[in-house]
């Protein structure tokens, strides 16, 4: 069933994400394709369950995550959400992550689409932003489709496998606030 406190992504279930959630996202999340693509040190169903736990918390600044599921099987095929957010600034930034399986499908824009309006909508802030490393081609493709606006290189801004990674930055603006900005 959908959760009436989550984004609406139009052909799925979406509900927020749950310790039990863990080891079905670890399936996809910790795939060497996936991985690549972030900077995330998990390893381990128990990291996913650490960072989920994080999300469970009433601190306003709590991180967000949220579960992406086929109607019918119930399957998890997709998690977004927010890190970094900040109650005080009324900001956050977005990650998502599509089941291999199902890239090229459109999935990734539906889901960030709905984040952001939502995150607009309902948390009320003023600014979304996402990162990515300079090689995640897809993940730009995606923030282009969904209004993204591209701000410049992070230099040296995460940790990737031990290495200082420049990454990307983008940002979106509610409507009201990008016509004046």
């Known amino acids: 069933m959908q959760d009436s406190s989550a984004p609406v992504v139009t052909g799925y279930l979406v509900s927020r994400m749950a310790l039990a959630d863990a080891e079905d996202w670890a399936t996809f999340a910790l795939r060497p394709e996936m991985l690549s693509l972030t900077s995330s040190t998990a390893a381990s169903?128990?990291?996913?369950?650490?960072?989920?736990?994080?999300?469970?918390?009433?601190?306003?600044?709590?991180?967000?995550?949220?579960?992406?599921?086929?109607?019918?099987?119930?399957?998890?095929?997709?998690?977004?959400?927010?890190?970094?957010?900040?109650a005080l600034n009324r900001t956050a930034e977005i990650t998502y992550g599509v089941r291999p399986q199902h890239w090229g499908r459109g999935l990734a824009t539906a889901i960030c689409q709905a984040g952001?309006?939502?995150?607009?909508?309902?948390?009320?802030?003023?600014?979304?932003?996402?990162?990515?490393?300079?090689?995640?081609?897809?993940s730009q493709r995606v923030l282009g489709k969904c209004e993204f606006e591209l701000e410049g290189r992070l230099r040296n801004f995460r940790i990737v496998r031990g290495e200082p990674s420049d990454y990307l930055l983008y940002s979106r603006l509610p409507p009201a606030l990008s016509s004046t900005a």
């Open 45 to 86: 169903v128990a990291d996913l369950q650490a960072m989920i736990e994080r999300t469970l918390s009433e601190d306003a600044n709590a991180p967000l995550l949220f579960a992406v599921r086929e109607p019918g099987s119930g399957r998890l095929v997709a998690t977004f959400g927010f890190h970094t957010v900040s």
């Open 116 to 138: 952001v309006a939502w995150g607009f909508a309902s948390q009320g802030w003023v600014r979304v932003q996402a990162t990515t490393l300079e090689a995640h081609a897809a």
